[in-house]
């Protein structure tokens, strides 16, 4: 599953909602997280994946080595969606000067991932974290709003709550 750490993420949407956990209200909030990463990346959400959407470019001084995969296949695809819902993800914004100053959401969930391969090996993501914030962080997402943070986002304990996990199972 996708993962990492101290990476450049824009929050580019916030969706404020309730959500009910038994007789409780509580606060949860949606964040749209855009970034760029290189294509190997893909290799996590599958092992196939970055082969059968890019090739060698015919001007590779590395040689076709099965690594520099850089040349888009079919750039007419646009936008790629990957289905599955992932949870517990944990999503650390490293907004602060202080490590104090920083949120961790530990209890997240991870989904709605979409991307754009382009030309020369970079990956456009656009994905969705649901947060349940308390109430001392609850306002802090809103001022990242439009901003770029370093975010680190471990899903090494995360299941795919919708459907079978990427190895099938």
């Not at 090996?121 to 962080?137: D, H, K, M, W, Y």
């Not at 609850?138 to 439009?146: E, G, I």
């Amino acid at each position: 599953m996708l993962d990492f750490q101290r990476h450049p993420v824009k929050i580019a949407h916030i969706n404020v909602r309730t959500e009910t956990h038994g007789d409780e209200e509580v606060t949860a909030v949606d964040l749209k997280l855009t970034f760029d990463v290189p294509n190997f990346v893909l290799d996590k959400l599958s092992p196939t994946l970055r082969p059968s959407l890019y090739e060698a470019a015919n001007d590779d001084i590395f040689g076709p080595d099965g690594n520099t995969l850089s040349h888009v296949k079919n750039p007419q695809l646009g936008r790629l969606n990957w289905a599955g819902e992932h949870e517990p993800v944990s999503l650390h914004l490293h907004c602060g000067v202080k490590p104090k100053d920083d949120l961790l959401f530990t209890d997240s969930t991870f989904g709605k991932i979409n991307f754009e391969v382009k030309e020369g090996g970079t990956c456009s993501f656009a994905t969705r974290v649901q947060i349940l914030p308390n109430a001392a962080e609850a306002a802090k997402p809103m001022m990242l709003l439009k901003h770029e943070v370093l975010a680190t986002l471990d899903t090494a304990n995360a299941s795919n709550i919708d459907g079978p996990d990427d190895d099938g199972k």
